[in-house]
């Protein structure tokens, strides 16, 4: 597993997170993100054969609580980042 990122895998990353990054940023990023595939990397290399798999690391149990009416944000605060909309409603696109 290569730990290194390319410039234009560093650039899919950012357009996918809808971040514009300068140069620096690019750069000082994809060592960032090199130096976290390089940390998994290291974990790959565990035997985990006898460990079971779980969800959480430690013990949880849900707490429930009633459902209260509560206020919610305006409709023109809750689209403002949207990437689309028709004043009304997110605009996604259509999967078939």
Do not use: C, W
């Amino acid at each position: 597993m290569s730990t290194q990122l390319t410039q234009d895998e560093v650039l899919k990353v950012a357009s996918l997170s809808r971040l514009k990054l300068s140069e620096t940023e690019v750069t000082a990023l994809g060592e960032q993100m090199g130096s976290v595939l390089k940390y998994i990397a290291m974990l790959d290399e565990l035997d985990t054969a006898d460990i079971e798999p779980m969800a959480h690391a430690i013990e949880i149990s849900n707490v429930f609580r009633d459902d209260q009416l509560q206020k919610s944000l305006p409709r023109e605060q809750a689209l403002s980042n949207a990437p689309q909309t028709d004043g009304n409603y997110f605009l996604v696109p259509a999967i078939l």
